[in-house]
């Protein structure tokens, strides 16, 4: 099992571009989650989704947008970026739709974007 | 609303030191409570958790017990080594899907 998978591992865009960071898990996992990580701030939720067709709104969601069409894909858009989402971002997944009440989260190796 | 807190870092321990990592939570209802790692380059995986109140997790030597009446999980392990050096992430679970983790305290052990 290869686990949860990031791409691309760095980026670096300019202001105002778009583009999609890839996650993929092989684990049949419901739970799958975005998390930005910048110093200081630990992790900050961005949007998640408990199965596919569903997903919601964390903590910090504006500029972002996800969508789950199956199972094992979850894509994070940018649509227009900003200097303020220069940030390692972190996919994440897990066994049931309980998700975060008592289930360990696996995290891809992230994705470090910077934004000029 | 839910929060969590640990001491910040950077903590710097020699080889075979004592290491204490506090962490205390704010929650409403019963949340479980997780320590993850992270080393460099690499994303968290988790170290131990624990789901109800005086439960002990315990893994590779860490260990932290689930104090209810302190609302706390302090890490601890008894005699660190090089290899971890890393950064350790406090994290309460919750009901409502989400994670809440705390800062991060960064852990150097000098040889």
């Known amino acids: 099992n290869a686990g949860v998978t990031q791409t691309p591992k760095f980026q670096v865009l300019k202001t105002g571009q778009s583009m999609t960071l890839q996650c993929a898990q092989d684990?049949?996992?419901?739970?799958m989650s975005w998390y930005r990580q910048d110093p200081g701030m630990g992790l900050r939720l961005i949007h998640y989704?408990?199965?596919?067709?569903?997903?919601d709104q964390g903590e910090v969601p504006n500029g972002y947008n996800v969508s789950r069409s199956t199972t094992e894909d979850f894509p994070l858009r940018l649509l227009s970026a900003a200097p303020s989402q220069t940030s390692v971002y972190f996919c994440?997944?897990?066994?049931?739709?309980?998700?975060?009440?008592?289930?360990?989260?696996?995290f891809g190796p992230g994705t470090r974007l910077t934004v000029l | 609303g839910d929060s969590v807190t640990q001491m910040e870092g950077p903590v710097t321990l020699s080889e075979e030191a004592f290491l204490t990592i506090n962490c205390t939570y704010t929650?409403?209802?019963?949340?479980?409570l997780f320590w993850y790692v992270q080393y460099p380059g690499e994303g968290l995986q988790l170290l131990l958790k624990?789901?109800?109140?005086?439960d002990k997790g315990s893994n590779k030597g860490f260990e932290a017990t689930y104090r209810k009446e302190t609302t706390s999980f302090h890490l601890e392990k008894g005699s660190v080594q090089v290899s971890d050096s890393a950064v350790y992430f406090c994290?309460?679970?919750?009901?409502?899907?989400?994670?809440?983790f705390g800062a991060g305290t960064r852990l150097f052990v000098k040889a």
């Open positions: 989704s408990v199965g596919a067709g569903i997903t």
């Open positions: 994440a997944s897990s066994y049931s739709k309980a998700g975060a009440l008592n289930n360990e989260q696996f």
């Open positions: 684990m049949n996992h419901e739970y």
């Open positions: 624990a789901t109800k109140a005086d």
């Open positions: 929650a409403t209802g019963y949340p479980s």
């Open positions: 994290a309460l679970g919750t009901g409502g899907f989400k994670t809440i």
